[in-house]
């Protein structure tokens, strides 16, 4: 099973910028970010494919989070841009054996410890 291990989240004011990075200790097929807020289930925020880094983005981020992939170094990174006070929860990377990006927690075998993200208005 890939281990992954998180970083970057932090304290940002709205319309501020954070960056959360994912170590993996080998290679899968998908890697995703979920969030999780404090009473909501954990939602989708985006995928990529390692193997021609095609994406999948959530409604609700598009167009202000960005995911990135290194193969190299096995990281993914999420760049979040113009950050809102409803972007606030636990930022959870997560690694799948499967072909596609999936939306949906079951579908991922492997998580990240998880790492907070607030957004202040």
């Known amino acids: 099973q890939v281990q992954l291990v998180e970083s970057g989240g932090g304290l940002v004011q709205a319309g501020g910028s954070l960056r959360l990075s994912c170590a993996a200790s080998?290679?899968?097929?998908?890697m995703g970010w979920f969030r999780q807020a404090p009473g909501k289930e954990r939602e989708f925020v985006v995928g990529?494919?390692?193997?021609?880094?095609?994406?999948t983005y959530s409604d609700s981020v598009k167009g202000r989070f960005t995911i990135s992939r290194d193969n190299t170094k096995n990281t993914v990174y999420l760049q979040m841009n113009s950050l809102k006070p409803e972007d606030t929860a636990v930022y959870y990377c997560?690694?799948?054996?499967?072909?596609?990006?999936?939306?949906?927690?079951?579908?991922?075998?492997?998580w990240g410890q998880g790492t907070q993200v607030t957004v202040s208005s």
């Open positions: 997560a690694a799948s054996k499967r072909w596609a990006v999936a939306t949906t927690p079951p579908m991922y075998d492997s």
């Open positions: 080998g290679r899968t097929f998908v």
């Open positions: 990529i494919r390692w193997n021609n880094s095609s994406t």
